[in-house]
């Protein structure tokens, strides 16, 4: 049992969303492409028949651990990450759910990393089986591709003081290994801070993002659920930064037009693949409950019989 609690996001809105008329329709396949804790795989499952299964995924050995707790028939969990829905039967669920975000007890354990507010070893890896960690990489990374990373995954405007500033601590006394230290090392390279923001939020968003290559994986998830969702089912996104939003968003609008091919003007137009149905955000209530949830976007769409 963690000793860090996870309020699910958009709970309720999410499930909703994801059902349309469905829930109702015996023996249906639903995915939850990020268990984390388990707060949207509790909720659909409460609402599933007898008949119908849930596949979740997830690349985390904790929220493995917590899913492997869910005794019911229904259920099933992979250690893969979401990417991986590519392998499942196409044209096989009623629903995907993607929610994006990090869980709490992976932010406030202090042994992942993730997290600039407790000291503890700089690693953010989701999967903490494999892959280079976050220490790794700038034990060893260019001040170029440091930069680079930060620019592009934080939006930073400082990334390269911040990346000569790691590049010369490295030289003068070896490898960054703890997250304070980082957090301190970034807060003096960054001259400017923007109101109720710690100076290093968004280094520490761009290392994990690449750490764990989740821009990356997301893309390929949605090109995979466009697979695997039948005609009619739901896709449904809870994104927590611009970085992600801004794919969805250009993802579902891009699915959701006629496509012309210009080199056969009288052809007929390729269908479109997705409908966009809703964009959602916290309500008040929810907000005041959980502060954590107030970057969230949902956003929703149909797959239609193309």
Known sequence: MDAWNHTTVLLNEAVEALSGDSFTKPGQTYVDATFGRGGHSRAILARLDETSRLIAFDKDPEAIAAANAIADGRFSIRHEGFAAMSQLEGSSAAGILMDLGVSSPQIDNPARGFSFRADGPLDMRMDT??????????????????????????????????????????????????????????????????????????????????????????????????????????????????????????????????????????????????????????????????????????????????
């Open 129 to 306: 089986t494999r892959g280079q960690s976050a220490a790794d990489f700038l034990a060893s990374a260019p001040v170029e591709q440091i930069a680079e990373v930060i620019r592009e995954f934080g939006e930073e405007r400082f990334a390269l003081p911040v990346a000569k500033a790691i590049a010369a601590r490295r030289e003068q006394g070896g490898p960054l290994r703890g997250t304070r230290e980082l957090a301190e090392l970034v807060a003096r390279a960054v001259k400017t801070r923007e109101p109720g923001q710690d100076p290093a939020t968004r280094t520490f968003q761009a290392l994990r993002i690449f750490v764990n290559a989740e821009l990356e994986e997301l893309g390929q998830a949605l090109e995979a659920s466009l697979h695997v969702l039948q005609p009619g089912g739901r896709l449904v996104v809870i994104s927590f930064h611009s970085l992600e939003d801004r794919i969805v968003k250009q993802f579902v609008a891009k699915h959701s037009r006629e496509v012309f091919d210009r080199r056969a003007p009288f052809a007929a137009p390729k269908a479109m693949k997705l409908k966009a149905i809703a964009r959602v955000k916290p309500s008040e209530e929810e907000l005041q409950r959980n502060p954590r949830a107030r970057s969230a976007i949902m956003r929703v769409a149909e797959r239609t019989d193309a």
